[in-house]
């Protein structure tokens, strides 16, 4: 899966950064191409694997560089003014060898909040690549407004994107840590589902061949219908079986190579832990409508039948039909790691109780416009009653 990938805001750019180092360190030859765009200079220059030519910064006239805070009307309205610059980049880059778009950012703060709904709407209008949205959801003790910030931004972003990843900070808290330690392991985890699903549909190392494929064209058929995707994760330790007693009536191949049906349990239950597990975010997998599952890991550790048993469990878990399943075999590692897609979820607890922060949020901020007119007034004339 051929991602042009824009790192929009401060957490947006974080992201990006910290993926293109994981894939640098992997050795990765998938093609694909990023920017980081930001009002801020500082947050820009933090960077660390995204070239400098790759960084774009907007808002020069306006922001100075300082960025808009958390301002998002303010980071749309800026995205708007600039939206040519931005686009200029993207097609500099070029983009006919691309599968999709995924712009990631932070909804609760300004620029990535307000920008990525602006971005989203142009690459809808302009191109004929699929335009998602992987958005990180503020956790509710971040404050009301970042909760405004994210409601909004999340109603902006449904009406372009063909599908909008959400992550949630309050699912992803760890314990003993700082906020900024927290939001780092947030980062990780984002970056490990995001680098399993970028290998969908590529070529695999020379000489493996996967036992079920799932091409780039899957994956867009399960993430297209503009709702809402959370994505879950599972991984373990690639085992060798140890010698026993019984060893002595198998041959050395089978000393090394766990059973069948080891293996299939081994797959459908890694596939449970991922669907069942910790969640971008939470929400109840009977009212996802397609789902998809991707396994990656040493050949010798993947096999079909669990990988089709687990189809069938996870068939009978959503409320749709839809599933799709493959496997991506490499010897680069010594674990087998397992991702569920499950798209256009409906039923999510957590943005009930954003929209009723939000709401909050907006009613104190309409008091405190309106507490300031009253003074303003008092000063000059008195009320009529």
């Known amino acids: 899966?051929?991602?042009?990938?824009?790192?929009?805001?401060?957490?947006?750019?974080?992201?990006?950064?910290?993926?293109?180092?994981?894939?640098k360190r992997r050795g990765s030859k998938i093609k694909m191409r990023h920017l980081a765009v930001n009002t801020a200079r500082t947050?820009?220059?933090?960077?660390?694997?995204?070239?400098?030519?790759?960084?774009?910064?907007?808002?020069?006239?306006?922001?100075?560089?300082?960025?808009?805070?958390?301002?998002?009307?303010?980071?749309?309205?800026?995205?708007?003014?600039?939206?040519?610059?931005?686009?200029?980049?993207?097609?500099e880059r070029g983009t006919h060898d691309m599968d999709a778009f995924i712009i990631i950012?932070?909804?609760?703060?300004?620029?990535?909040?307000?920008?990525?709904?602006?971005?989203?709407?142009?690459?809808?209008?302009?191109?004929?690549?699929?335009?998602?949205?992987?958005?990180i959801i503020p956790a509710p003790e971040e404050g009301k407004l970042y909760s405004l910030n994210a409601a909004r931004s999340i109603a902006s972003l449904l009406k372009y994107v063909d599908s909008l990843i959400l992550v949630d900070n309050g699912a992803w808290k760890f314990e003993g840590l700082s906020l900024r330690e927290s939001f780092a392991k947030i980062n990780e985890e984002i970056v490990r589902r995001l680098a399993i699903l970028s290998r969908a549909g590529e070529p695999v190392e020379e000489e493996l061949?996967?036992?079920?494929?799932?091409?780039?064209?899957?994956?867009?058929?399960?993430?297209?219908?503009?709702?809402?995707?959370?994505?879950?994760?599972a991984t373990a330790l690639a085992e060798i079986h140890k010698k026993s007693f019984f060893s002595f009536f198998k041959n050395k191949k089978d000393e090394l190579e766990p059973?069948?049906?080891?293996?299939?349990?081994?797959?459908?239950?890694?596939?449970?832990?991922?669907?069942?597990?910790?969640?971008?975010?939470?929400?109840?997998?009977?009212?996802?409508?397609?789902?998809?599952?991707?396994?990656?890991?040493?050949?010798?550790?993947?096999?079909?039948?669990?990988?089709?048993?687990?189809?069938?469990?996870?068939?009978?878990?959503?409320?749709?039909?839809?599933?799709?399943?493959?496997?991506?075999?490499?010897?680069?590692?010594?674990?087998v790691a397992a991702l569920v897609v499950l798209a256009n979820v409906t039923d999510i607890p957590r943005l009930k109780e954003l929209q009723k922060l939000a709401i909050e949020a907006k009613i104190e901020t309409e008091e405190i416009e309106k507490s300031k007119k009253t003074e303003i007034f008092d000063e000059d004339i008195e009320p009529l009653i």
Request: net charge negative; hydrophobic share 40%.
């Open 209 to 233: 061949v996967g036992e079920m494929v799932v091409d780039s064209s899957e994956v867009i058929n399960t993430l297209k219908g503009g709702g809402i995707a959370s994505i879950g994760y």
């Open 43 to 91: 947050d820009l220059l933090g960077l660390k694997h995204v070239p400098m030519e790759d960084r774009i910064l907007i808002g020069q006239t306006v922001v100075k560089g300082h960025g808009v805070g958390t301002d998002n009307e303010l980071g749309a309205k800026i995205a708007e003014d600039e939206i040519e610059t931005i686009l200029n980049a993207i097609d």
């Open 259 to 335: 059973l069948e049906n080891d293996k299939a349990i081994k797959i459908a239950t890694l596939v449970k832990r991922a669907a069942l597990g910790r969640l971008t975010i939470p929400c109840n997998i009977k009212s996802a409508e397609k789902a998809l599952i991707l396994i990656a890991g040493p050949p010798e550790h993947l096999d079909r039948k669990g990988l089709e048993k687990a189809k069938i469990w996870l068939e009978e878990q959503i409320s749709g039909i839809e599933v799709r399943a493959g496997d991506y075999p490499t010897r680069r590692t010594k674990y």
């Open 1 to 23: 899966m051929r991602f042009f990938i824009i790192g929009f805001g401060q957490a947006g750019g974080k992201i990006l950064d910290m993926f293109l180092e994981n894939e």
């Open 105 to 135: 950012a932070g909804l609760g703060g300004g620029t990535g909040s307000g920008g990525a709904p602006v971005l989203a709407k142009y690459l809808s209008e302009m191109y004929s690549e699929p335009a998602y949205c992987l958005g």
